[in-house]
């Protein structure tokens, strides 16, 4: 949970892979599932993403959702979003070291 400077980012953003716990652009910044919590989402997400300056703002490797209920606690949702958080993660460094992705502007093209 850091936000990288400016100068890291110049010089390793493009090799550097955050995990986002939202389904960005929703929730950006901390505490999301709180954010979800208070919103009463139906779905939460995770977003997998190249680090840039801008917080939560880089090109976009990977995305996954889960459902959720109205009564659901923020534990609950932490719980539940940090299953998808590992997989989406994992997804996206596998696409990257493959070779898989190409940022193209704000956005990443994967190739199967």
């Given at each position: 949970m850091?936000?990288?400077?400016?100068?890291?980012?110049?010089?390793f953003?493009?090799?550097?892979?955050?995990?986002?716990?939202?389904?960005?652009?929703?929730?950006?910044?901390?505490?999301?599932y709180h954010?979800?919590?208070?919103?009463?989402?139906?779905?939460?997400?995770?977003?997998?993403h190249?680090?840039?300056?801008?917080?939560?703002?880089?090109?976009?490797?990977?995305?996954?959702?889960?459902?959720?209920?109205?009564?659901?606690?923020?534990?609950?949702?932490?719980?539940?979003?940090?299953?998808?958080?590992?997989?989406?993660?994992?997804?996206?460094?596998?696409?990257h070291?493959?070779?898989?992705?190409?940022?193209?502007?704000?956005?990443?093209?994967?190739?199967?």
């Open positions: 850091r936000v990288l400077s400016p100068g890291f980012c110049t010089e953003g493009m090799r550097t892979i955050n995990i986002h716990h939202s389904f960005l652009p929703a929730f950006v910044g901390a505490r999301p954010q979800a919590h208070a919103r009463g989402v139906k779905v939460i997400g995770v977003t997998a190249y680090a840039t300056a801008e917080l939560d703002e880089g090109p976009i490797i990977d995305q996954d959702v889960i459902r959720v209920s109205h009564a659901d606690t923020i534990d609950e949702l932490t719980r539940k979003g940090f299953d998808v958080e590992k997989i989406t993660l994992a997804r996206a460094i596998r696409r070291l493959e070779r898989k992705t190409m940022v193209f502007g704000n956005r990443v093209v994967v190739f199967t």
